[in-house]
């Protein structure tokens, strides 16, 4: 009885979190949609680092939706830990930590050429 109430919160909780997942998606497409949108009305253009700023505030956000959606499947994992659910869950975690890992990489690079003494700006 005690295990099974355990397994059914769980489940809750998980499904909470992946809904905290798809909320931080949705509302981080929409802000990048409008930014992107106001990119393009404005006149004269704005440079090409106004554009990937708009891209790389999405991915951060994607990165943290990530998490999210890790720690979901983490939780499903934790009642139901056949060995199936386990090889899954070390397939879902290995995708998103190789997802997670490119992008950050990608925005030390954005934040190392933004700082760099050719933008005139302290390299710390």
Not at 84 to 101: D, M, Q, V
Request: glycine share 6%; proline share 4%; no cysteine.
């Amino acid at each position: 009885m005690m295990e099974d109430l355990f397994k059914a919160w769980t489940g809750w909780i998980a499904l909470a979190v992946e809904g905290a997942a798809a909320l931080v998606i949705a509302v981080a497409a929409l802000e990048a949609t409008f930014r992107a949108l106001s990119l393009f009305v404005v006149r004269p253009p704005k440079p090409d680092s106004a554009k990937e700023a708009v891209r790389l505030r999405l991915a951060r956000w994607l990165a943290v939706a990530l998490g999210f959606a890790l720690a979901a499947d983490i939780l499903r994992t934790a009642i139901a830990p056949g060995w199936e659910e386990i090889g899954k869950l070390a397939a879902i975690a290995a995708l998103r930590t190789a997802l997670n890992f490119f992008l950050q990489r990608e925005i030390e690079q954005h934040e190392a050429r933004r700082q760099s003494p050719d933008s005139g700006q302290v390299v710390g």
